[in-house]
């Protein structure tokens, strides 16, 4: 990975929030992955920085809200991302949040692409990838 857009994500997470930093690394090989399918499975727009930023970071943007509602809920509550294509959110809030998602993907191989990065990204046991035409 490019140094560049590893500093990239790193210094935005710890914008974000400090207890994230955690994550970082999983962020980074999340990056990688979407890079290295992109071209294949159509899942973003964008690459390079503008994935790190305006995609990967967005995400964890309104980190603080997050947790203020998951809190609100029982620790066995399971949250949706519907229509989660590259799985932005949805993954990535699973992990910042270490709380269960599903990811809802019409397509096939972006399901698949989803499962694979779950399991990569060292959290197949946060993340339900559900197939499902909506």
Same mark, same amino acid.
């Given at each position: 990975?490019?140094?560049?857009? /590893?500093?990239?994500? +790193?210094? &935005?997470?710890?914008?974000?929030?400090?207890?994230?930093? #955690?994550? @970082?690394?999983?962020? =980074?090989?999340? %990056?990688?992955?979407?890079?290295?399918?992109?071209?294949? %499975?159509?899942?973003? &727009? +964008?690459? !390079?920085?503008?994935?790190?930023?305006?995609?990967?970071?967005? =995400?964890?943007?309104? %980190?603080?809200?997050?947790?203020? %509602?998951?809190?609100?809920?029982?620790?066995?509550?399971?949250? +949706?991302?519907? &229509?989660? !294509? +590259? &799985?932005?959110? !949805?993954?990535?809030?699973?992990?910042?949040?270490? *709380?269960?998602? @599903?990811?809802?993907?019409?397509? $096939? *191989? #972006?399901? !698949?692409?989803? *499962?694979? =990065?779950? $399991?990569?990204? /060292?959290?197949?046991?946060?993340?339900?990838?559900?197939? /499902?035409?909506?």
């Amino acid at each position: 990975m490019d140094e560049h857009i /590893k500093n990239i994500i +790193a210094d &935005g997470v710890k914008m974000i929030s400090p207890e994230l930093e #955690r994550i @970082t690394d999983m962020l =980074c090989l999340f %990056y990688e992955q979407i890079e290295l399918f992109n071209a294949t %499975y159509k899942l973003v &727009g +964008a690459g !390079g920085e503008e994935l790190a930023i305006r995609h990967i970071l967005d =995400c964890l943007a309104p %980190y603080s809200v997050f947790v203020q %509602y998951a809190a609100a809920f029982d620790e066995s509550a399971s949250f +949706a991302d519907l &229509g989660s !294509g +590259a &799985g932005l959110p !949805g993954l990535v809030l699973a992990a910042a949040l270490n *709380r269960r998602f @599903t990811l809802v993907e019409r397509m $096939a *191989r #972006r399901a !698949g692409f989803l *499962r694979s =990065c779950a $399991a990569q990204c /060292k959290i197949p046991s946060l993340v339900n990838v559900c197939e /499902k035409n909506l």
